[in-house]
């Protein structure tokens, strides 16, 4: 190899190293910078605590409230992996029965529909008067909200595996269940886990709504407590901390996605590589 083909090799893994260290500190300088401007805007404009808290207040609340923030956010943490994991068990179970059957995706996707369709805030009243205030509500809310998303995600997976594939697996012998096993599901993970990152988030959006009309403990409830004492910097605390436990989620969603289908992100990122190297 020539003296210039490795120079422009080195030049290529170097500037390779760039991006990867720029992708990995450019969330925290995004999360900084807006913070930063989130500051100066406050100051500069005086804006009143009760209506904007700087970031400052904020963190400040909850140097001073970390033991119930600690105490509230695990409660809140507890109840959403609960509706969560049953989320995910109910959810890739009915994607994949409704993915394989035409009967079933037509029979029970217009009621699917109609029930996702119903605002959560809706039923936590239903759910107050059959299970009373507590955990059960907030549990049950996390599961009604992250539900769909992953149901929709799996079944769209496997019904979308090739009609000339499955005609080729049958003309060799495989049966119905072998082609769901074997095909149907392995093509179906990559949605799967793009659902759990959406699904994740939004089970903590029903926690807390289930939290703020009927809970004695957790984030929403605690959230309350401060809005009617007109404590804003709690309150946004309490956002914070919710913010902090989505992302951690989010994260340990992503991590879990990279080890068990990284096969299905291979070529995105071996065109990225290509793209790079020829600018």
Request: net charge positive; no cysteine.
């Amino acid at each position: 190899m020539s003296p210039e083909a490795l120079r422009r090799l080195e030049s290529m893994a170097a500037a390779a190293r760039r991006r990867r260290r720029l992708q990995a500190a450019l969330p925290w300088m995004v999360i900084v910078g807006m913070f930063v401007v989130w500051e100066i805007a406050v100051r500069a404009f005086d804006v009143p605590q009760f209506v904007l808290p700087a970031p400052s207040d904020i963190a400040a609340s909850m140097v001073k409230w970390w033991v119930p923030l600690l105490d509230n956010s695990w409660q809140t943490l507890m109840t959403t992996l609960i509706g969560f994991g049953f989320a995910i068990v109910f959810g890739l179970l009915l994607g994949v029965a409704i993915g394989s059957s035409t009967l079933l995706y037509h029979g029970l996707y217009p009621l699917l529909i109609g029930f996702n369709s119903i605002p959560k805030v809706a039923v936590v009243p239903i759910l107050v008067i059959w299970f009373g205030i507590g955990t059960v509500p907030a549990v049950i809310t996390a599961f009604l909200i992250s539900f769909f998303p992953i149901m929709v995600n799996v079944a769209t997976g496997i019904a979308t595996v090739e009609p000339e594939l499955r005609d080729v697996l049958r003309a060799l012998g495989a049966r119905h269940s072998d082609i769901i096993r074997k095909v149907g599901l392995p093509r179906a993970m990559p949605y799967f886990f793009a659902s759990l990152k959406i699904s994740i988030t939004v089970a903590f959006v029903g926690s807390i709504i289930a939290e703020t009309v009927a809970a004695n403990k957790g984030i929403g409830h605690l959230m309350i407590l401060a809005s009617s004492r007109f404590d804003v910097p709690l309150v946004f605390a309490g956002l914070m901390m919710t913010a902090i436990m989505g992302v951690a989620m989010y994260v340990a969603a992503v991590a879990i996605e990279n080890r068990t289908t990284g096969w299905a992100m291979r070529g995105q990122n071996d065109q990225q590589q290509v793209k790079f190297g020829g600018a």
